[in-house]
């Protein structure tokens, strides 16, 4: 009996093995993604839907050993926003993305473009820090965000971060 081919079928089988692990993770970690991106409009405060970018910009991207994989954003099941960006300055008048009728004038520069672009790019241009295994980022598309949350103290992906370990614990199930 030759051990070289059972070093070979050992190791073949330990690479099966690994894909198979790694196509659960991706699963699990994919599912995460979604229930983020719904705790975190499920549990947003303090502040209402001027434009609609801030709330159709809320994503998620999945790297997988260091490499962009997955993209998911609340804007995918939502009515579009109102319009683009307002930036500093910019004053909006008219009925708001929550069809009120509101006014008002930009506070922070921004790059007037959509937020669910914006969230886009930003996560095709990060650079992960996890060269090997899996990585989760969430953002905002909107420049605002920091303020809302800085400056008026509102909720925007702080509450989601804060109980984020726990929707990945509720995630994981043992493989079957």
């Not at 579009?80 to 300055?89: A, F, I």
């Not at 095709?124 to 809302?148: A, P, Q, W």
């Not at 103290?153 to 043992?174: C, E, I, S, Y």
């Amino acid at each position: 009996m030759d051990n070289r081919s059972n070093d070979i079928l050992f190791d073949e089988g330990m690479k099966k093995a690994k894909e198979f692990v790694s196509g659960y993770i991706f699963d699990v970690l994919t599912k995460c993604c979604e229930d983020l991106i719904q705790d975190v409009l499920d549990n947003k405060s303090g502040f209402r839907n001027l434009t609609g970018n801030t709330v159709t910009s809320y994503a998620c991207g999945l790297f997988v050993d260091g490499k962009f994989s997955y993209f998911v954003c609340s804007g995918d099941s939502m009515k579009r926003p109102v319009r683009v960006k307002l930036t500093k300055g910019e004053t909006f008048a008219g009925i708001s993305y929550d069809n009120q009728n509101r006014r008002f004038t930009g506070t922070v520069e921004t790059d007037k473009g959509y937020g669910e672009a914006f969230s886009f790019n930003f996560l095709k241009r990060y650079k992960s820090k996890s060269r090997r295994g899996f990585e989760i980022v969430m953002c905002t598309g909107t420049e605002y965000s920091t303020y809302l949350e800085n400056v008026l103290n509102a909720d925007v992906l702080t509450g989601t971060f804060q109980r984020a370990q726990n929707t990945l614990f509720k995630n994981f199930k043992p493989m079957k």
